[in-house]
């Protein structure tokens, strides 16, 4: 097949789903965008929920920043590239990216103030109460300043270099996301030139917090912004001048890496040039300090070309986010989530045969991070020592520094094992980590590829070649997580063990694709993406509607990180119409709206956030009363269903109930971490007094928090 022809089959593709969406369009969707603001507004909610410990509500308001600023990087970025580019149209939602970016600064206006709001009047005062105390520049008495001034000749100054702006010294290219100062002068320097603006760049060799000694402050946990520091040590960095105000700011810039699929001719090196330019992209965000001076505003606004609408004014640290480790650092369990341990099963403990195991059960799947990650680390581990064991193939995404799987990937290709790894060199923000890991893979004779262009590779798969009885076996672990230790601990994911013939032989013929050029296989057992999903998703949603028709029940629980594809949306509004019961659990952006009388009415849309990050993806079908359940690494967005390889895998019949108990059915009952959706696009919170919409009883229910229901029921488990 000629490249020319696979390029038009391509665009060809393209071409149709983009039909597919725009022809889905007539029903009423809404703006992905507020969506996802809509989803921050949650995790802010959390920060503010006194049910949840006092450091980990902390944490959540650093999560909800860190989402915001890569919200701008990404999306608001590519929003206005788009009104750059003289780009008008409407999009799903029926609004231009203009419509969409007004609306946009109108929301996260609001919504910066609320987390300054929740910094200083709510989190700060209770962190004060309980001895942890951030102390402001007003409130240092002599220890503290003389600590303070200490500090920064040693520690601080000699990093910080001055810039005083003229005709020599031009407003410097600043990196992404950077604290920065900008300071008014006035006075003469040492050459005579009368002062004006300067700036001040903190490297981020520089913690942003730091703790002050005990001995010092009288406080087991005391601590000072760098920024507060350096404000007040101004002075020492301009002799004889005088710092008339100092106001710290911060820009973003997008960070999107645009690496053209048509030319690019060696994918690896595309990626590094562009790495080099990604903490200088264009700036679609300026923070600074509310008590900054208009003509200052100014001044940076004409520096970064922004319009007014990219300004945003904080009442407190420009970059929340650099306070994340902090709940990690203090030693205060009392202010956390209690210790859990995942429970393990006495034969999944370190020596125990796994591939016996799993040919005994021919499927084992567990749910993580309630069930141990042990299992899926010994099966590499295993499968690297395994004299019998002739290749691995396994796919990366994320794996987090000194990842196991790399090591056991390693230890089997010295061991002289076949070991082929599918490494996606664009997972976002990985791009470095994962061209650097990709070095160290093929240093230890691995073969690495790099997946397909123009198509990432997100499915999470790994296969193994076991010789048998002078046979072939194969065994195989695919899941909804990356193959990522620290994430599993603090991830709700599924995982599958298995030597199920159907599906690993699937595996075996998606690997190949993935390293040779084929075309699409005929799986038997597998869906896959960009080429079976979303047919096979809109067929099982079809019949659904279809049976009920007919009389029957029809019944679609699907769980997901998002739902923003039109077409499957269409298909729900559908079979609401025809009396389908449709439940939805999407943790983040969600552009149907449930609960519109003759359309929508049967379909109900819940969001459940907590202490660990909701990922896993899991759909039901009833089918006539022979349920179907798949796990899956898509969610039901064009991008994964059109644009990436992804796979969702059948969960044997016998596993089904015990899955669709705690995935599905625990979700739903949920009335304390639960946020349900309303036919306008709001989300209204649950509390245990409340019923879900289509229950008629007004009696109270018992508070419920799928979470905890599966950290509990688990505990019990350890303790039997």
């Not at 965008?33 to 949650?42: D, G, K, P, T, V």
């Not at 320097?189 to 603006?197: E, H, I, N, V």
């Not at 644009?643 to 949920?670: F, G, H, M, Q, S």
Request: aromatic share 8%; hydrophobic share 40%.
């Amino acid at each position: 097949m000629s490249e020319p022809s696979d390029k038009k089959k391509k665009q060809k593709s393209r071409k149709k789903a983009l039909a597919r969406q725009t022809a889905a369009t007539s029903y009423p969707l809404s703006n992905r965008e507020i969506s996802f603001l809509r989803f921050n507004e949650r995790v802010l909610e959390l920060a503010n929920d006194p049910s949840v410990p006092l450091l980990e509500r902390l944490r959540f308001l650093c999560i909800s920043t860190s989402n915001l600023d890569e919200f701008f990087e990404i999306r608001v970025a590519g929003l206005r590239q788009k009104i750059d580019g003289g780009i008008e149209y409407a999009g799903i939602d029926g609004l231009s990216p203009l419509q969409e970016l007004q609306a946009i600064n109108l929301a996260v206006n609001k919504f910066v103030d609320r987390q300054y709001a929740s910094f200083n009047k709510v989190l700060l005062p209770e962190l004060e109460a309980q001895n942890i105390r951030f102390y402001e520049r007003k409130s240092w008495d002599k220890n503290i300043l003389t600590w303070v001034e200490s500090l920064f000749e040693t520690s601080i100054a000699p990093v910080l270099s001055p810039l005083g702006l003229d005709p020599a010294h031009p407003f410097p290219e600043l990196t992404n996301k950077s604290l920065t100062f900008m300071v008014d002068l006035k006075g003469t320097d040492a050459f005579g030139r009368d002062s004006g603006f300067a700036l001040v760049r903190a490297p981020r060799s520089l913690p942003r917090v730091i703790a002050v000694p005990e001995e010092i402050c009288g406080c087991p946990h005391g601590f000072v912004f760098l920024s507060s520091i350096i404000h007040d040590q101004m002075a020492q960095l301009f002799p004889g001048l005088k710092p008339m105000g100092v106001y710290q700011f911060k820009v973003t810039r997008n960070s999107e890496l645009y690496v053209s699929d048509e030319e690019v001719a060696n994918l690896r090196r595309a990626l590094q040039a562009e790495l080099v330019q990604r903490n200088f992209g264009q700036v679609v965000r300026l923070e600074v300090d509310s008590s900054c001076p208009s003509k200052i505003v100014k001044f940076l606004q004409r520096q970064f070309k922004l319009d007014d609408d990219a300004i945003f004014h904080v009442d407190g640290p420009v970059n929340l986010n650099r306070l994340v480790s902090l709940p990690d650092d203090i030693d205060r369990p009392d202010l956390k989530y209690p210790h859990f341990v995942p429970y393990t099963h006495p034969a999944d403990e370190v020596g125990g045969n796994l591939f016996d195991r799993i040919n005994a059960q021919q499927q084992i799947v567990l749910h993580h991070p309630y069930e141990s990650y042990l299992p899926v680390i010994e099966l590499a581990r295993q499968a690297a020592v395994d004299p019998e064991v002739l290749a691995i193939k396994q796919t990366l995404y994320r794996t987090g520094a000194d990842s196991v799987f790399v090591e056991s990937l390693m230890e089997a290709s010295r061991a002289g094992k076949d070991v082929t790894v599918v490494i996606e060199l664009r997972a976002r923000f990985d791009e470095e980590a994962n061209i650097q890991l990709a070095s160290r893979l093929q240093q230890a004779g691995i073969q690495v590829v790099y997946g397909i262009v123009g198509f990432k590779t997100h499915a999470k798969m790994m296969l193994i070649v076991r010789r048998e009885k002078n046979k072939l076996a194969y065994y195989a672990h695919l899941g909804t997580g990356n193959y990522h230790t620290t994430t599993a601990r603090s991830y709700t994911d599924v995982s599958m063990l298995t030597c199920d013939k159907h599906i690993t032989r699937d595996m075996q013929k998606v690997f190949t694709q993935l390293t040779g050029l084929g075309t699409a296989s005929n799986l038997k057992s597998l869906v896959q993406a960009p080429f079976s999903l979303q047919p096979f998703l809109l067929d099982k949603i079809r019949t659904e509607t279809r049976l009920a028709k007919e009389g029957g029940q029809g019944h679609v629980i699907a769980r997901m990180n998002s739902l923003v594809d039109s077409q499957l949306c269409a298909a729900l509004y559908e079979a609401s119409q025809a009396g389908v019961k449709v439940e939805l659990i999407v943790r983040g952006i969600c552009v149907l709206l449930p609960g519109i009388k003759g359309l929508s009415d049967n379909i109900r849309v819940v969001s459940v956030l907590g202490r660990f990050l909701e990922h896993s993806r899991v759909f039901y079908f009833n089918q006539g009363g022979s349920p179907e359940l798949y796990i899956s690494s898509a969610d039901w967005m064009p991008r994964n269903l059109y644009n990436r390889v992804e796979i969702a895998a059948p969960v044997d019949r016998t596993l089904l109930p015990r899955l669709k108990r705690e995935c599905l059915d625990y979700y739903l009952k949920d009335n304390q971490y639960c946020w349900e959706l309303d036919s306008s696009g709001q989300y209204r919170r649950l509390a245990s007094t409340d019923r879900p919409r289509a229950e008629k009883s007004t009696s109270p229910k018992k508070p419920f928090s799928a979470q905890g229901e599966l950290i509990r029921s688990l505990s019990n488990l350890r303790m039997d």
